[in-house]
Each structure stands twice: as C-alpha cells, then as structure tokens.
C-alpha cells in the first residue's frame, strides 16, 4: 500500500541539540499529521497542518508545510530524554476518507 | 472526555478462535478506522467505517469484519484466528475527512 517516505528512519542525538526530520509524498496533500507514540502507547498528534507554506509551533516543536505540498518538515529544538519515541507524518488521500501514515523516525536522546 | 478507548489491551488467541475488539469514541465523531501496527510495516488500514451503520474496506480487510451499528462504537471481529494477525491493533476517529485523527491506545493481539 502507499505511505509516507520519512527520514531519517532512525537517529541518536546528545539532549540539547536540534532535531529535524522529513516527510515526502509523491502525491498532494491538504493536511498534514505529526504524531508521536510512545512505547506500548497509540500515536498522540503533536501538530496539525492545513494549509501549504504553514509553519506551527507546539512548544519546542515547529512543523512546516511544504509549499509543493507533497513534504512536510518537523523539528525538536533543546531535545530532552523524554522526546524518545517514534515520530509518524501522516495525511489524507484527496477524494477518499484515508489517511496513509508515514514508515516513522525513531529518535534516541542521549543524556 | 475520554476520548478514543479500545478493548481489551492485550489478548492472547489460539489459532481458530474468535474474538471481537471494541472501540468507542466519545467526540461525537463521524469517521472510524482500524488499523493495525507491525514492525516495519506502519499502520495499515483494515476497515473504516464513514458514519453509523456503514463500513467500508481498507487495504489489509482479508481476515477481519467490522460493525457500526452505533455512532460511538466500532466493532472489529476476528472470527478465525491465524498467527499472521499477531499484530498490535489501533483504532482511531474524525469529525470530517481530512480532519485530525485520534488514536486509541492500542490492543496488542497474539495468536499462537
């Protein structure tokens, strides 16, 4: 089935430092999803994106959405060791009532 | 407000058994699905449902049935288990396609 490409699939990072990471679709979205999930947890939305070129924040998380409409970008400033877990973009198809998720980033903070 | 909330949170199945999972929502929303999580695969769609008393095929249906008979719950069966639905098992909801989906928190579902 369709996903969601996103990169890196992993990282390990020192707590303090930046984090950014990427979501890329061959096809147009008109939203997009960042979720986080936590071990033995369902995802929990972190930012909504309705509308290309929109930048949100969330506390230390901002989130863009590209202006081709086909990406999307999440980034983590001041990491923390509670930002461990799976980060997911996702979207819905245009013209259908799914959502397709992307393959997730697994982010390690190193204290 | 509890939100999304899925039953039970784990299961243990013999293969060929039944069993049913629940989810049920409590935003009034239009749209459910269910997905289920395996590693290295993501979330897969397996049914949705776009209001009460429909239900419609996702991309891995094979397997499973679902029932909407009510707005704020939605029905996921196993009537035949197999190994290869050892999975964990998500069930979310929206208001309106396109809108944010939220997640329930999961039932992890092992079949021997």
């Known amino acids: 089935g369709q996903q969601l490409n996103q990169s890196p699939q992993s990282m390990f990072i020192q707590e303090g430092e930046d984090v950014s990471m990427n979501c890329t679709s061959s096809?147009?979205?008109?939203?997009w999803l960042w979720y986080k999930q936590d071990p033995g947890e369902g995802p929990v939305l972190l930012i909504a994106?309705?509308?290309?070129?929109e930048l949100t924040s969330n506390g230390r998380l901002t989130a863009q959405f590209g202006i081709t409409r086909k990406d999307s970008f999440l980034n983590i400033s001041a990491s923390i060791p509670s930002d461990v877990g799976i980060y997911f973009c996702a979207g819905p198809l245009s013209g259908t009532y799914k959502y397709i998720f992307g393959t997730g980033t697994r982010l390690k903070v190193l204290a | 407000n509890a939100g999304v909330t899925q039953t039970p949170k784990f299961r243990v199945l013999k293969t060929g058994q039944s069993m049913t999972l629940l989810c049920a929502q409590d935003m009034n929303h239009e749209y459910m699905y269910w997905y289920r999580q395996d590693p290295g695969m993501g979330l897969r769609l397996i049914h949705y449902?776009?209001?009460?008393?429909?239900?419609a095929k996702g991309e891995v249906p094979d397997g499973y049935n679902v029932s909407r008979l009510k707005k704020q719950n939605f029905l996921l069966g196993l009537e035949s288990a197999a190994p290869s639905q050892t999975s964990v098992y998500f069930c979310?909801?929206?208001?309106?396609?396109?809108?944010?989906?939220?997640f329930g928190p999961g039932t992890r579902l092992t079949v021997l």
């Open positions: 994106l309705y509308k290309a070129g």
């Open positions: 979310a909801s929206t208001q309106w396609a396109g809108d944010t989906q939220y």
């Open positions: 449902s776009v209001g009460e008393g429909t239900t």
């Open positions: 096809s147009i979205f008109n939203t």
